[in-house]
């Protein structure tokens, strides 16, 4: 069977046994969808919750005394500002200003900061941080084996998990997490997500995963109408992309800038130099040449990832993200161009497979969830 | 298990034709459908079009991934099932009924009489999953 050579997370059987469709995710074998199938899950998660194993994520520890200062100088955002508690969205760059990969920050306390990264980057992202130590006083762990990750998310998210916890997950605000117990599993209980809805992350070790994976399903009354659905890949970037959501390796690389993807908001240049400043700082001072936007189609059709884009039968960018956006019933996309042509309402068009459709330059995010 | 009417003929390409004298209604089997997963989209033809044998007259959307449609049966196109533009998931609910999506007059009569029977294509799945 060709997924012998894949990586499995703990679930694999639970996913095969709801029907999961596994393909090859980054060397991963996951499920693109379970039996419900995407546009169900996708709606399951805006409407009730969404249950995401994401067990494939990776999750590198940096403590001793110089561990916020080493991955302050590593990363964009300003690990100083954090709380004990607190997490923030964060990337790694290059000495040219590019993408390494985004990863949330956790600073459990002073010394110990938990930075978790894609899992098709995890190799990647732990050779870039180890290679850049020195001499600082900072103890490096790829602890990526030690941890399952599931999300819970949704507007029924917290109802469903606090089922299961004594801890008050009304008291922890956005990007903010706890430790505690989750039906008797010691866990990190993360108030974050990629959906653009409320929900949780629950990181424990992995010989609970399908304990915990189980008991959410049971919890959330997996199988009954208005109940919880297990939710794969494809819903997964259906969900990210309605919320306006970067994807490494489409709206981020290792030759885009925070700036150009509209993460300008986490890249503070007044906290000092780190990997990459020097040429953000330039990029800043003369503006930008590209920039990405989100687009909605007008003409019937659907935009691809990697299509090209034309202004005027000028080619001048390409569809870094395309799909379907089920919630609004929409087809969406997000698209680097050139500065001149990245405003609200630009029209622009999209070669589909030979056939030139128009979309429309829109505001992102595309969704935003009712507090 | 798939759902493989009898009255019907198939193609190796998962796609179904019901006979009518001249006429051959086409869309994509049971299989195919479930293989797609959800349809959020159908390219079709228009009326007029002609198509060889094995032609690619239009395309059918998932949320994922393009795949083509191929015509089993050489024709030019008489009808297409508009009502796919509103509702292509019909596809995904009624591969069968609704979810039909081009009629042609076919230019050899009898080339569907050459497709499998719907045993035949039942054989044919268990050599593919």
């Known amino acids: ?371 | 298990m798939s759902n493989i009417p009898e009255n019907l003929r198939y193609s190796k390409d998962h796609e179904w034709v019901k006979v009518d004298g001249e006429t051959a209604t086409i869309g994509i089997t049971d299989y195919a459908q479930n293989s797609l997963g959800d349809v959020v989209y159908v390219d079709m033809p228009r009326v007029g079009d002609a198509f060889e044998t094995h032609e690619a007259f239009g395309s059918v959307e998932s949320v994922k991934a393009v795949s083509e449609i191929f015509t089993p049966l050489a024709g030019e196109v008489s009808e297409v099932n508009s009502g796919l533009n509103d509702t292509p998931e019909s596809v995904n609910s009624d591969p069968y009924g609704t979810g039909w999506m081009i009629k042609i007059k076919m230019k050899n009569p009898g080339e569907a009489d050459a497709m499998l029977s719907a045993v035949e294509y039942e054989e044919y799945l268990t050599t593919v999953s």
Request: proline share 3%; charged share 25%.
């Open chain 1, 1 to 371: 069977m060709y997924s012998e050579n894949l990586k499995k997370t703990p679930l694999n059987a639970e996913h095969r046994e709801l029907g999961g469709k596994m393909v090859d995710f980054g060397g991963w074998d996951m499920p693109v969808q379970y039996s419900a199938g995407v546009i169900e899950e996708h709606m399951a998660t805006r409407t009730r919750a969404g249950l995401f194993d994401v067990s494939h994520m990776g999750e590198i520890w940096a403590e001793g005394p110089d561990a916020i200062e080493f991955v302050n100088r590593l990363t964009t955002n300003d690990v100083t500002k954090l709380v004990d508690g607190q997490a923030h969205y964060s990337a790694l760059t290059n000495d040219l200003g590019g993408v390494v990969d985004d990863l949330l920050v956790y600073r459990f306390g002073q010394e110990r900061l938990l930075l978790v990264v894609n899992a098709a980057t995890t190799d990647k992202d732990w050779e870039w941080i180890a290679s850049h130590k020195a001499d600082e006083n900072v103890a490096l762990r790829n602890a990526s084996a030690d941890y399952c990750q599931i999300a819970v998310q949704g507007p029924d998210a917290l109802g469903i998990l606090q089922g299961l916890t004594e801890t008050e997950l009304d008291s922890i605000k956005y990007y903010h997490f706890a430790t505690g117990s989750v039906d008797g599993v010691e866990s990190i209980i993360s108030r974050t997500g990629y959906t653009g809805e409320d929900g949780f992350e629950v990181y424990a070790s992995p010989e609970f995963a399908v304990h915990l994976w189980n008991k959410l399903l049971k919890t959330g009354n997996y199988g009954q109408e208005n109940g919880i659905l297990p939710a794969g890949l494809a819903a997964r970037n259906t969900l990210r992309l309605e919320a306006g959501m970067s994807l490494y390796g489409h709206e981020l690389s290792d030759s885009i800038t925070p700036y150009e993807a509209n993460l300008g908001w986490i890249t503070k240049l007044q906290k000092g130099d780190f990997t990459g400043s020097e040429e953000l700082e330039k990029q800043k001072e003369e503006g930008l040449k590209r920039k990405l936007i989100g687009f909605e189609m007008k003409d019937r059709g659907i935009a691809r990832d990697d299509q090209a884009v034309y202004v005027d039968g000028e080619k001048v960018g390409y569809v870094t993200s395309g799909s379907p956006a089920p919630y609004l019933k929409k087809n969406i996309g997000f698209a680097l161009l050139p500065v001149e042509f990245a405003n609200i309402g630009q029209e622009i068009t999209i070669d589909v497979r030979g056939k030139h459709l128009i979309a429309e330059v829109v505001p992102t995010p595309f969704y935003k969830r009712q507090k």
